[in-house]
Nanobody, 123 residues
Framework: QVQLVESGGGLVQAGGSLRLSCAAS????????MAWFRQAPGKEREFVAA????????DYAASVKGRFTISRDNAKNTVYLQMNNLKPEDTAVYYC????????????????WGQGTQVTVSS
């Protein structure tokens, strides 16, 4: 199974930017779709963005569309989440996750999860 390790979280002011990275170990990274989820205090974990194995297609939650960009570099076994124009409501633990195959369906829950990285946006 692919192991996932997130990095890049931190404290940023509203309107600022952060780029999260998720380094994956294992030979199957390039064959699976990847996603970012987040969980704010007292709330359920929610979908943020997902990307096909090839990077050819991506989807976003309505709350982040136009501000966040998911990308991947299969040669580096890494998936990224570029977050711009951050808002206090983006404060959460962000999780990198891998699906079971090259594509994903709406609402599908990934099978493999990282430990998460904290993002805090101050107003």
């Amino acid at each position: 199974q692919v192991q996932l390790v997130e990095s890049g979280g931190g404290l940023v002011q509203a309107g600022g930017s952060l780029r999260l990275s998720c380094a994956a170990s294992g030979r199957t990274f390039s064959d699976v779709a990847m996603a970012w989820f987040r969980q704010a205090p007292g709330k359920e974990r929610e979908f943020v963005a997902a990307i096909w194995w090839s990077g050819a297609s991506a989807d976003y939650a309505a709350s982040v569309k136009g501000r966040f960009t998911i990308s991947r570099d299969n040669a580096k076994n890494t998936v990224y989440l570029q977050m711009n124009n951050l808002k206090p409501e983006d404060t959460a633990v962000y999780y990198c996750a891998g699906y079971g195959g090259r594509y994903y369906s709406t609402g599908e829950i990934p099978t493999n999860w990282g430990q998460g990285t904290q993002v805090t946006v101050s107003s």
